[in-house]
């Protein structure tokens, strides 16, 4: 008898956590057919289609959504104010001045975005229009992905993904049973196994199939991958038979059908509602650290406009209160002017002040921090050493908003299959009764070069230990899930095991059980096959032997073995069971278990996984009660699971230990180092997988996330079966903060007085301690207290995580009180969901698929490119937007500031002390192109340097380089350049003999020393001065610098020669005329330029100066060192004496023995560098 619907809505309501108490289901109608009359009604509901949706803009929205993004940009919305400002009123400058630089910005922002959508909008279309089959009145018809609905009949054949979520009806192989591969969703590439419904499974041709009537209620949509609730009606003689489905049913979107012919499925959800789609985070606008820092200053000089524009207004009013200053003869005011209302004179007033003093935040800067990034970008991309010759990609870049804060990581978010690891797994040893035995590189049936005979380690076993021997062999050969494939290729890739005897190949939902199997294999028993319920294995005298398989235990998380039963063609009942050390010891009553597990331990240090293998004969009798205990708890329908590990546990005791063995997850190429280097550097690593906890916590040793010392923390769903959620995390806490005195500390350079901590949690747990339970009264600090757990260890493992959780534990580290930088990597569209939530997308070119890469900020070929990226691209574009940034600020605050205090001297009346030319050129052509060239190429340290010392990335460490004191120091420097320049020339126009011919001044010479004289020299000395100013800040001069710097000056002095020197036809006056000729023909103008760059530049110079002789940072330390050696710094090991220099007195000086040392090849360099260093520095 079926369910009835209330049963159903209570499980439901039960297995949907995070759910409201009640789900509504949802019905759907297999082909579209109506049920019998008098059955049940008929309520056609509506489904959304296939389509999947991942671009952002439509073709109707484009404007409207754009615009109203680039305004939400304060700076942009300010531009635009100023610009309506402009054309409203009477204003000292052109509207053009401001709008022009609007618009080129908004149209450039505008297009790149629009680029990056169509992209979008492209891949979508590959996938909605892609071919599918469905079953339509007896015949399989060809349609597009995105007409599919919900009740269709979906015809899919072997090596096809799945168009939609499907429940599976009949397949191709007798057992109604299909093979699939779910890396794109969960990130493992082992084959599972899914179950057809039990009364349509013999339904294999296409009017068998058509012929179904039935319907099937289920709950809606919800994004767990793991569980699925619903049950079908079949309508046999019109009278419903149900039965229940479950998540071994339900085939999802993305997966991949393997070594089934084909399959015959109902899509049951579509589009936006499969469960892939539901995983998908919505992709938003990120924004980087130095943008949020260019924001708040921003603001800041806004404050200072504001400031200066209502200073200048009231002292306007204050100094026109005498009336013959209100209306001088020279400036008489129209009738309308005097009769306009004093409030609204003041306020027309204070708007032209704010447009004369506006260029004190230029649009030129976002002009050129977008070109940056744009430009900058390619530096990526070119990067020959992240080129991969295997996969002959290069590093892409989808977005470059986000260059700098590839610099700003502080925490590091990582899948771990095709990730970390290549997802090959090799088998490396085998461990019986103490005799160890290597079978040379195997892998995935490939057998490496010079593995030709087996290599046995220890003495060989007496005849005694023989009957062992084979019987741990013939163990591994029978106790495993492992199917023989008899096709040539999977994946494309050729698998042969027999080398021209035969062309099969083992698949398995466990990658390390097909090690196994092909270990044992090279050592003389080869797996054949399961047919007729009989396993087949050849053993060494190339005897086939053959086993009838009675009973699988299958493998479970809780239990962490699994085990099955045989019947030898002699008649010997076997029960073989492996597992992992810890679940198998404590069952063994015999065998040489103190050998075999000092061998386990030795294999767990060095990073390998390990299975103990042990066995039990049984008797006839014992046979039959384990076939009652395993009957009895497989019919019951009230807790059936718990009943079956009842009945494994009596099952699974009083083993014989055989052996143990060891198999690797092969890393992939130096991603170990890649992580011990981002330790180095600061990083903290998390590593987020859907694998199971043994297998990924063996990649985080061999990876180096976990060190041998570390003390591993479990926050498992097997922990807190035995204690509440409440108590686990108070005693994790208590134990962490015991240690370190409740404050977090650094992870890199651990002292050895300090326990390491790692920290393993499952995806169940995460989700109570996420969204505990409402009768939990002390659940409000859960997060809080987990997040201390965190910062306090080396590293965390999140194993079964869900896609959807991924970026909830991203999201939660990005919003806690810290707001550190985050950087999710990952292969496959399971990794999608974390790339879009965290600050840093990074995409790997796997063999998953290209959703990740299609969705991430920037795409890497291999893991270990990582490392380069982020050390040396990361540095580089963080050193450079800041001082990029700072600099901006700088030669603008040097400006404007005379313009504020020119009007002081001229009765507050709004008048320019630049000519218009060089208020519209100033930020756009004299000086914009040195510092978009120096933040396109400056390297203050050697890219090699980076790669090697790690720890150089802490220097730029939480965006050290735009705080407040640094950006109050700037600004204070160019006040202070801004006065110099200002009084300086206005004291030495002062003095009477500033003429052209050092005489006395005379009336015509008055003329020409005039306003416009004096705003040319002002300008003339600024435009020196900041240009001299960032060529002292270059550490890296190449003939592209000297050409930049040196040209924009020389296009300056001639610019001015030009503008001056010829009348112009198309200008109506003419006030810059032969004003800069006459200034430079005057000798004590020379002089006061001169002076007056020199005295500008001066305090800066003395406070590098101070500041590197008494207080160096590491970052100059190496720079100095660098210098000495004349760029070959990187060649010398290692960096440490550097660092170790104390803060007071530069570096200490060596001794005598190591500078005298006869043959300086083979002198310690580090030492040799430190007494050079101490040398030039005393």
Known sequence: MGMDLSTLRTLISRYCVGEENWVDSRTVYIGHKEPPPGAEAFIQQRFPDNRIVSSKYTFWNFIPKNMFEQFRRIANFYFLIIFLVQLIIDTPTSPITSGLPLFFVITVTAIKQGYEDWLRHKADNAVNQCPVHVLQHGKVIRKQSRKLRVGDIVFVKEDESFPCDLILLSSSRDDGTCYVTTASLDGESSHKTYYAVQDTKAYNAEKEVDSIHATIECEQPQPDLYKFVGRINIYMNNEPVARPLGSENLLLRGATLKNTEYIYAVAIYTGMETKMALNYQTKSQKRSAVEKSMNAYLVVYLCILISKAFINTVLKYAWQSDPIRDEPWYDQRTEAER????????????????????????????????????????????????????????????????????????????DKTGTLTENNMEFIECCVDGHVYVAQAI?????????????????????????HEELFFRALCLCHTVQVKEEETVDGIKQGIHHGKSTSFYISSSPDEVALVEGMKRLGFTYLRLKDSHMEILNREEEIERFELLEVLTFDSVRRRMSVIVRASTGELYLFCKGADSSIFPRVISGKVDQVRARVEHNAVEGLRTLCVAYRPLSPAQYQEVCLLLSGAKLALQDRDKRLAEAYDMIEKDLILLGATAVEDRLQEKAADTIESLHKAGMKVWVLTGDKMETAAATCYASKLFHRNTQILELTTKRTEEQSLHDVLFDLSRTVLRQHGGMSRDMSGLSSDYVDYGLIIDGATLSTVMKPSQEDSNSGNYKEIFLEICRNCSAVLCCRMAPLQKAQVVKLIKTSKEHPITLAVGDGANDVSMILEAHVGIGIMGKEGRQAVRNSDYAIPKFKHLKKILLVHGHYYYIRISELVQYFFYKNVCFIFPQFLYQFFCGFSQQPLYDTAYLTLYNISFTSLPILLYSLIEQHINMDILKKDPCLYRDIAKNSLLRWPIFIYWTVLGVYDAIVMFFGAYFLFDNTTFTSNGQLMTTNTQMMFGNWTFGTLVFTVLVFTVTFKLALDTHY????????????????????????????????????????MQMLSSGPAWLSIVLLITASLLPDVLQKVIWRALWPTTTERIQEADKLYKGQLSEFTPLSSIHATPMGGGLRRGSGTHRNTPNPIRTNWSCLRANTLSRNTS
């Open 339 to 414: 009769e306009r209302h004093i409030l609204i004179r003041a306020f027309t007033d204070f708007l032209a002040f704010m447009v004369l003093f506006n260029y004190i935040i230029p649009v030129s800067m976002y002009v050129t921090v977008e070109m940056q990034k744009f430009l900058g970008s390619y530096f990526i991309m070119w990067d020959d050493e992240m080129f991969d010759p295997e996969l002959g990609e290069r590093a892409v870049v989808n977005t470059s908003d986000l260059n700098e804060e590839l610099g700003q990581v502080e925490y590091v978010f990582t």
């Open 1037 to 1076: 001069w190449t003939w592209i610098n000297h050409f930049v710097i040196w040209g924009s000056l020389i296009f300056f002095v001639v610019f001015s020669l030009l503008w001056g020197g010829i009348i112009w036809p198309f200008l109506n006056y003419q006030r810059m005329y032969y004003v800069f």
């Open 443 to 467: 892998c995935n049936g490939q057998v490496m070069p010079g593995a030709d005979t087996m290599d046995m380690i220890d003495t060989s076993p007496g005849p005694e230990a023989r009957e």
